[in-house]
């Protein structure tokens, strides 16, 4: 709490505070009144909407089934197969793989 003193205008630390019944022991002495407290404000009730009239839900015609086409399956074309396999010829006696 401070004290205000009227000859300087400044705020001052309250170092003696009379009582708020008795007079001040000096001119220039005021007890600062206590702080004002607002009272809480209460907010109001929230409004409540009516509840809307249930409607009924439009009826919407389903779209008409339209059947797929029916799934051909790829020709099948015959591989031949040959007569022959193919096969390397026999190694020549003498002969070294060059590595």
């Known amino acids: ?11 001052f630390p309250l170092l003696y505070c009379p ?5 001040p022991p000096y001119p220039w002495c005021i007890p600062i009144p206590p702080p004002i407290i607002p009272p809480p404000i ?21 779209p008409p089934i339209i059947p797929a086409p ?3 399956p ?5 591989v031949p197969t040959p007569m022959f396999v193919w096969r390397p ?3 020549i006696p003498g002969n070294k793989l060059l590595v």
């Open 42 to 62: 209460i907010p109001p009730p929230p409004i409540i909407p009516a509840p809307a009239p249930i409607m009924p839900a439009p009826i919407i015609p389903a």
């Open 70 to 72: 029916p799934i051909i």
């Open 1 to 11: 709490s401070y004290i205000y003193l009227k000859s300087f205008k400044f705020w």
């Open 19 to 23: 009582p708020s019944t008795s007079e």
């Open 74 to 78: 790829p020709p099948i074309i015959p």
């Open 89 to 91: 010829p026999p190694p």
